[in-house]
């Protein structure tokens, strides 16, 4: 088991940086492929960006590729999500998340463990 705990949320404004830290716990951080999700205001949970447990393959979802970058690093147990310019429509709670088969994947429902999120609220 692995816990998830997220920080790094705030207010920004929109143009702004946003660097979102999840630091794990317990098992080997190492042995999970590792999400980010966001869950918006009235609205479901989406993907955000995966990472391979070796942390060289990743994925973005489509509309948000080149604007987040998610990087993690083992040796601190920490993954990480990056953005140069944030936009209002990025406001949302950020949640990282662990999987123990697979990796990549958009689905929520493929993820073990979570954390309980971070709050990014994006000023116009």
């Known amino acids: 088991q692995v816990e998830l705990v997220e920080s790094g949320g705030g207010l920004v404004q929109a143009g702004g940086s946003l660097r979102l830290s999840c630091s794990a716990s317990?098992?080997?951080?190492?042995?999970?492929?590792m999400g980010w999700f966001r869950q918006a205001p009235g609205k479901g949970r989406e993907f955000v960006a995966a990472i391979s447990r070796s942390g060289v393959n990743k994925r973005y979802t489509d509309s948000l590729k080149g604007r987040f970058t998610i990087s993690r690093d083992n040796a601190k147990n920490m993954l990480y999500l990056e953005s140069n310019n944030v936009e209002p429509e990025d406001t949302a709670v950020y949640y990282c998340a662990a999987q123990e088969s697979g990796w990549g994947d958009t689905r929520t429902s493929e993820y073990d463990y979570w954390g309980q999120g971070t709050q990014v609220t994006v000023s116009a």
């Open positions: 317990g098992r080997t951080f190492s042995k999970y492929a």
